[in-house]
């Protein structure tokens, strides 16, 4: 892997992300509308991170893992929509079952093609979503957790030979972080942004596991960082009254995600060659 291939792989969504939300901050001074700049930076720098490495998609795409990121716009788009609303941050449960419903019919993965997959699809990205931005969970949490848990989808999919997808995974877990920092300089609001989130989660992790050639990492690993997002969700839920509430839910996020990438480095051997 050529160093400057991966800084400009990752920098440049990153300083396309810090772009926009610091923009949205001297534009978008409506609270209702405030989320239209996190939106807009997590929806871009998406799109970006995917044609730095394959080129603008088509319609249809060239390759089944392209519907990743058009199902990401697609969210995104939508996402910009929902704040025009005046109802829009009653309606979180219903974003997320769209957000589900968009990536259940659009994102194709060889293997994962069946009406069963679909529906779990829709749950997968419902639960995901709402355990990232809901039950009071603040916004810094949300990226936070999306930060953590795209990394560790990003090492996966480079033990398993993965290239591309672990670049673009490694590029929204930077903007993640740097989304993170931001949200801590200058406190936004955020509703509507984690059915982004949500759907890369979910997406890149079946991604991942559709490609997986290696056979040597469990398929359960590529599902275990999004299995702990409701179940911090729900802790963070129980402890939010105790000072110690969000180390908890973030001990969960840690454990689910660092557990799977443990292992695979640990049961893996990287060809030299990545792939696709």
């Known amino acids: 892997m050529n160093p400057i291939e991966v800084l400009q792989y990752v920098g440049v969504p990153l300083l396309v992300a810090t772009f926009i939300l610091v923009c949205s901050w001297l534009l978008a001074s409506n609270k209702q509308m405030q989320p239209l700049g996190a939106v807009l930076a997590v929806g871009v720098s998406s799109l970006i991170a995917f044609v730095l490495q394959e080129g603008f998609p088509s319609i249809p795409p060239s390759e089944k893992w392209h519907w990743l990121v058009l199902t990401v716009l697609i969210v995104s788009l939508l996402s910009c929509i929902y704040p025009l609303f005046r109802s829009w941050d009653t309606l979180i449960v219903l974003q997320a079952i769209i957000a589900g419903l968009v990536a259940a019919f659009f994102m194709q993965f060889p293997g994962q093609t069946g009406l069963l997959d679909r529906v779990l699809v829709l749950f997968m990205v419902l639960f995901v979503s709402l355990g990232l931005r809901r039950l009071t969970i603040p916004p810094w949490h949300m990226y936070v957790a999306s930060w953590w848990i795209l990394a560790g989808i990003s090492i996966l999919a480079l033990q398993s030979n993965f290239a591309k997808l672990a670049f673009f995974a490694g590029a929204m877990s930077a903007v993640a972080a740097i989304l993170f920092l931001l949200q801590l300089i200058n406190p936004r609001e955020t509703k509507s942004v984690q059915m982004i989130f949500g759907v890369l ?76």
């Open 201 to 276: 989660i979910v997406g890149c992790s079946l991604c991942g596991l559709a490609y997986d050639q290696t056979e040597s990492i469990h398929q359960f690993a590529w599902l275990l960082p999004m299995i702990g997002v409701p179940i911090s969700a729900l802790a963070y839920f129980i402890f939010k009254n105790q000072k110690y509430g969000a180390i908890v839910s973030l001990g969960i996020i840690y454990v689910f995600v660092s557990t799977p990438v443990i292992w695979s480095i640990v049961t893996t051997t990287t060809g030299d060659e990545l792939w696709p």
